[in-house]
């Protein structure tokens, strides 16, 4: 079974500030990963994903990620956040082969300031 | 283009009745799923379907049943309600299958927000 750790709960920051969000999983296969968005209200939607290739994924709205198979990390980042980044991301695993069924975090709550 | 359609939106339940949340996806996707979202918890699988006629067990199956008749709808009924049931839930719907490029990607219902009084 895989499992996926994000490890902020909440991140506040600035508006232009870049932001990081953290995401770990664990497993004892191969995986595919991905982080999704929710705005308020609404259901989630991708952001990106990696499936195989290059460790430096891009997403929508200028954010990106990179696979760290070592580090089984795939963290989020955007190098200048605004305030319709306001929502709640969430890191997502499943198994390369079987059914794809996939486990998600418990989200981060990116909080973009004025 | 609808995708994933969740009915109703906003429910309230007095303990011990019953109801049925209807998910609807028109992209002829094989995978269909239901979600909970509750507050710190992230999204928790109830039930699942990799196909018509076909139903498994998530992380949270308790006091729910699912069924897929047809391959575009997938039910989430609640036979005797109780306040912990109290919850949004998301049906997201996927392609499924080996070989898609959208493998592993869900699209998402808009939620249904369901009250346990």
């Known amino acids: 079974a895989q499992s996926v750790t994000q490890l902020d709960s909440q991140v506040p920051v600035f508006e232009e500030a870049p932001v990081e969000l953290r995401c770990n999983y664990s497993?004892?296969?191969?995986?595919?990963l991905f982080w999704y968005v929710q705005y308020p209200n609404q259901g989630l939607q991708l952001l990106l994903k990696y499936l195989s290739g290059s460790t430096l994924v891009k997403g929508i709205n200028g954010f990106e990620a990179e696979f760290n198979k070592s580090q089984t990390s795939f963290h989020l980042r955007k190098p200048s956040v605004h305030i319709s980044d306001t929502a709640e991301y969430f890191c997502?695993?499943?198994?390369?082969?079987?059914?794809?069924?996939?486990?998600f975090g418990r989200g981060t709550s990116l909080i973009v300031h004025p | 283009n609808a995708g994933v359609t969740q009915t109703p939106k906003f429910r309230v339940l007095k303990t011990g009745q019953s109801m049925t949340l209807l998910c609807a996806q028109d992209m002829n996707h094989e995978y269909m799923y239901w979600y909970r979202q509750d507050p710190g918890m992230g999204l928790r699988l109830i039930h699942y379907s990799v196909g018509e006629g076909t139903t498994a067990k998530g992380e949270v199956p308790d006091g729910y049943n699912v069924s897929r008749l047809k391959k575009q709808n997938f039910l989430l009924g609640l036979e005797s309600a109780a306040p912990s049931q109290t919850s949004v839930y998301f049906c997201?719907?996927?392609?499924?299958?080996?070989?898609?490029?959208?493998?592993?990607?869900?699209?998402f219902g808009e939620g249904s927000r369901l009250t346990v009084l």
């Open positions: 497993s004892s296969v191969s995986v595919y």
């Open positions: 997502a695993v499943s198994r390369t082969g079987g059914s794809y069924i996939p486990t």
């Open positions: 997201a719907s996927s392609p499924g299958g080996f070989g898609y490029r959208e493998v592993g990607e869900l699209f």
